[in-house]
């Protein structure tokens, strides 16, 4: 789904994609888990900002080990 969206995401897009509701994206946006963009009043979120959120999020994204 991701690959045919452009490099930045609206808020609408994360909402479609999260399947949650705008007040949910504002507070992940506000809690800065993932980079965005503010022109006026809109948030563009970058989409490799976005995709390393659903992967650390998921669990996918490896581990760093600690010695």
Do not use: Q
């Not at 022109?39 to 989409?47: D, N």
Request: net charge positive; hydrophobic share 35%.
């Amino acid at each position: 789904m991701l690959e045919y969206r452009e490099p930045l995401l609206t808020v609408a897009d994360v909402t479609e994609i999260l399947n949650v509701g705008r007040g949910t994206v504002y507070a992940l946006i506000k809690d800065g888990k993932f980079d965005y963009i503010r022109t006026g009043k809109s948030y563009r979120i970058p989409k490799e900002s976005f995709i390393e959120y659903i992967r650390k999020e998921s669990g996918l994204m490896p581990t760093s080990s600690k010695a």
